[in-house]
């Protein structure tokens, strides 16, 4: 009788363990070109090595179809759905494994804060959580996530400073 509602306890303990991949860097642009850039998934492919757009709608509350081909890593297709929308600020998608929430979710966000002087101060992380987020953060390609953020973060940095 007691071992369902041990093991539903440590489900519920798991579920909300998490972890965070994050890498900052200050961009000599203006907010409005980064804000741009980070949207404007149709062109991903000028500035981004690892992450390429196959399909969806870039709106508040839309849905992106993603490829992600990291170094080291098994390239994956997702379909996260766009978590946060604030304009010139924040942005954010959320991918959940299995369609299921709090089994292992990934929300990545880009934010921005404007430094003046046409600088842009760009955050770009993702938070790692769910049931399966200690053995996730086990993996190769987790591992490997911080060198694929500084990547992303230096490529989007040549791409707006032209």
Known sequence: MWIPIIILL???LLSRTKFEVRHDIE???PLEKVWEA???FKNYHRWNSQLSYLAGEVV???RLHLKLAVAGATPYEFKPDISQ???RAAFGWIARTGGISRLFDGEHFFEMKDLGNGRTLLVNREEYRGVLSL???QLPMMKLAPQ???RMNQELKAFVEQ
């Open 135 to 137: 053995l996730m953060q």
């Open 27 to 29: 961009l000599n642009a």
């Open 38 to 40: 980070v949207i404007d």
């Open 10 to 12: 440590v489900l519920l």
């Open 148 to 150: 694929g953020f500084a």
């Open 85 to 87: 929308w604030q304009e």
């Open 60 to 62: 508040p509350g839309g």
